[in-house]
């Protein structure tokens, strides 16, 4: 009975279930079409004009005159479509004042500045496939017709890189898997936590900005990222307004956070950071591109130990033809004195010992500062970014110290491998008044809250003449928060994570260097300019390039720059860590190496010569102080 009355039913209502089966077999097919693409990705297909071929670059449709920046709506806060945001919300921090959240609409983004005339660009050149696989393009600028070439320099004076050549990559490429054999099989993505992504930009150029996330989209696992926020720190360039909301609303995880104002990027990031959700945290530079299976290596060791810090292999895409060069594999970030500038180095013996196989993580005292995972946990027990530090520079060497002295380490997994532009200057200096002041500020900082006594070893501490130079601000919470959390000393970071550096002034043996038969004569080092020549001066007691050290490694090094055996003779390297042309033996006043010694020749110049004992080969310093047990030399590898 009640079967038949099902059936009446039906066949009265027949074409009402007819329309709907209908009306939702489109809408499915609709769906899939727009929202899966071939790998079965969850994140949203993308036009197919976006495809690296070169095509894709003259099919993106531009209609309509696009709004300027600024005169979009802004909201105070996300789409209300966006599950949990409004928690999140409201969980943001006093500076996030300063932000703004822009709806996205749906208006195509304008033209370019600079743009390639590609009708033009391609009679010239062969652009197909340009910088595909993270190969480099090159063309010569001088085949270019004015208007092109005016465009070409524009582009590369605004961006300090060659916008006009990245335009021509375009917004997407695909890149080979430079890993190490073995990489792919030692990790995996099952049971990691999931990070949230921030990309501050100020100003950045709309190509290699928009690379770097279609990178993230195709080269990461899509369940282990939560979301990604970019931060406009106060871009003044329309594109990066409407257009980009626009443009990156194709990609459901990506969310726009905009300062009103320029905050400096460590403001900015923590602006960023208090909208973030995931567990982990990465930060990466608005330059960079994200090579397959990047993220897996950043996040493993995150996953059973919170206070591990993990940064990738940091690879340069060359500024001028964008190609990146697979650097090798193993480098040691550090820190570099008098300047607390950052450096690279190859691996000591110390570390090259402690590492059984060569796809083990490399543990590095210092790091670049841009491209890093680390947990909230930690995150938030560090405190954070220095609020009190400003624009640029130095926030970067406060997080490695503070990182390795509250109980944490940096490492690399040398899977983890990340691209990124390394500028000829800073475009945005010009945008962003004192940015050289304020990271020499920074530095004050860090030098007055996290180093001790080791303070003089900061050139602008030392020398009252650049007292300007030292304007800390007020640190006390910073040496506060350090108190709270009871970090161990500067004096243990220096013995047991960084026991190699070259304090100037502090070596194994220190001072000037006096020569037995010109005693009023000292070895300077002339210039710290690669490859120049070491010479007899007269003694100035002035430091600088008559200071020389003797590190625990046995470089001898003035300036940062270490004397080194080249061709038979002795010039002036970059110190590595690992050449042995930069160790010596210092030992009954000679200074040798085998049998080869230094040595004063009747020109007075500074050579190698067959060691005699003879009076020009005898050389006197003026401090000497125990080694560090901590060290392994190359010699007792
Ligand atoms: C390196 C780091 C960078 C940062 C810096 C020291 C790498 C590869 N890069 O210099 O991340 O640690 O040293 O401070 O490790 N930005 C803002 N607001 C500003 C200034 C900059 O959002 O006021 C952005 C900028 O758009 C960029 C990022 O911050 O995405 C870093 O700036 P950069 O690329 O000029 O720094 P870089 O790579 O020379
Ligand atoms: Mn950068």
Same mark, same amino acid.
């Given at each position: 009975m009640f079967i038949l009355k099902m059936l009446s039913s039906f066949r009265r209502r027949r074409g009402v279930y007819f329309l709907t089966?209908?009306?939702?077999?489109?809408?499915?097919?609709?769906?899939?079409?727009?929202?899966?693409?071939?790998?079965?990705?969850?994140?949203?297909?993308?036009? /197919? +004009?976006?495809?690296?071929?070169?095509? $894709?670059?003259?099919?993106?449709?531009? =209609? #309509?005159?696009?709004? &300027?920046? /600024? +005169?979009?709506?802004?909201?105070?806060? $996300?789409?209300?479509?966006?599950?949990? =945001? #409004?928690?999140?919300? &409201?969980?943001?921090?006093?500076?996030?004042?300063?932000?703004?959240?822009?709806?996205?609409?749906?208006?195509?983004?304008?033209?370019?500045?600079?743009?390639?005339?590609?009708?033009?660009?391609?009679?010239?050149?062969?652009i197909t496939n340009a910088g595909d696989g993270g190969k480099a393009f090159k063309i010569d600028p001088q085949r270019l017709p004015p208007e092109e070439q005016m465009k070409y320099e524009t582009a590369f004076r605004k961006n300090a890189m060659n916008e006009y050549v990245s335009n021509i990559i375009g917004v997407r490429r695909r890149l080979r898997d430079p890993r190490l054999e073995g990489c792919a099989e030692r990790y995996s993505s099952a049971g990691l936590p999931q990070t949230s992504i921030i990309i501050c930009f100020v100003n950045e150029a709309w190509s290699t900005l928009l690379r770097l996330v279609h990178s993230i989209h195709d080269n990461t696992t899509p369940h282990l990222v939560k979301e990604v926020i970019l931060v406009d720190d106060g871009s003044s360039w329309d594109f990066l307004g409407r257009p980009l909301d626009v443009y990156m609303a194709r990609f459901p995880k990506v969310q726009i956070v905009r300062a009103t104002k320029g905050l400096g990027l460590m403001v900015a990031r923590t602006l960023g950071y208090n909208y973030t959700t995931a567990p982990v945290i990465t930060f990466l530079d608005s330059h960079c591109e994200c090579f397959p299976g990047w993220l897996e290596p950043l996040l493993t060791p995150l996953a059973t130990d919170p206070k591990v810090v993990t940064t990738p292999c940091i690879d340069s895409i060359d500024r001028n033809d964008f190609g990146i060069g697979v650097g090798p594999d193993v480098l040691v970030g550090v820190v570099e004195f008098p300047t607390l500038q950052f450096g690279w180095r190859l691996q000591p013996p110390r570390e090259k010992k402690r590492r059984k196989s060569k796809l083990e993580p490399v543990r590095s005292p210092a790091m670049a500062g841009g491209l890093f995972s680390i947990t909230r946990e930690y995150f938030d027990l560090l405190g954070g970014f220095d609020p009190g530090m400003k624009i640029w520079g130095g926030e970067n060497i406060e997080m490695s110290f503070k990182i390795w002295m509250c109980g944490g380490r940096i490492e690399t997994p040398i899977c983890s491998r990340v691209g990124h532009v390394f500028h000829s200057h800073s475009s945005y200096r010009g945008l962003r008044e004192g940015a050289f002041v304020a990271g020499e500020a920074n530095n004050a900082r860090v030098v007055e809250v996290w180093m001790d006594d080791y303070k003089k070893y900061y050139g602008h501490y030392r020398r009252p003449m650049s007292k300007k130079r030292y304007q800390p601000g007020d640190v006390s919470e910073r040496v506060m928060l350090r108190e709270r959390i009871r970090c161990k000393p500067f004096s243990w970071y220096i013995q047991n994570v960084y026991p190699e550096v070259a304090l100037p002034g502090d070596g194994v043996y220190s001072g000037e260097i006096r020569n037995e038969a010109f005693p009023k004569k000292c070895l300077d080092m002339m210039t710290s300019k690669e490859g120049g020549h070491p010479a007899m001066f007269d003694c100035h007691g002035q430091g600088g390039t008559q200071l020389f050290d003797m590190t625990d490694l046995d470089e001898i090094v003035s300036l940062n720059r270490c004397l080194a055996r080249v061709h038979g003779g002795v010039s002036n390297y970059k110190s590595n860590w690992a050449s042995r042309d930069h160790i010596w033996e210092y030992k009954d006043k000679l200074i040798r190496r085998h049998n080869n010694c230094l040595t004063v020749n009747a020109t007075q110049h500074v050579v190698m010569g067959e060691c005699s004992g003879k009076k020009s080969q005898q050389w006197t310093w003026n401090y000497h102080r125990p080694r560090r047990k901590t060290v392994l030399r190359i010699e007792e590898m």
């Open positions: 089966v209908v009306l939702l077999w489109v809408g499915v097919t609709y769906l899939m079409w727009t929202h899966l693409d071939g790998e079965g990705s969850s994140w949203p297909r993308i036009r /197919g +004009d976006f495809f690296p071929r070169e095509e $894709y670059r003259i099919a993106t449709g531009r =209609v #309509g005159p696009a709004k &300027r920046h /600024g +005169d979009n709506k802004v909201h105070k806060a $996300y789409s209300s479509k966006k599950a949990g =945001v #409004g928690d999140v919300e &409201r969980n943001v921090k006093d500076d996030a004042g300063n932000a703004t959240v822009v709806f996205r609409g749906d208006l195509p983004p304008e033209p370019m500045p600079n743009e390639p005339d590609f009708d033009v660009v391609r009679q010239l050149f062969n």
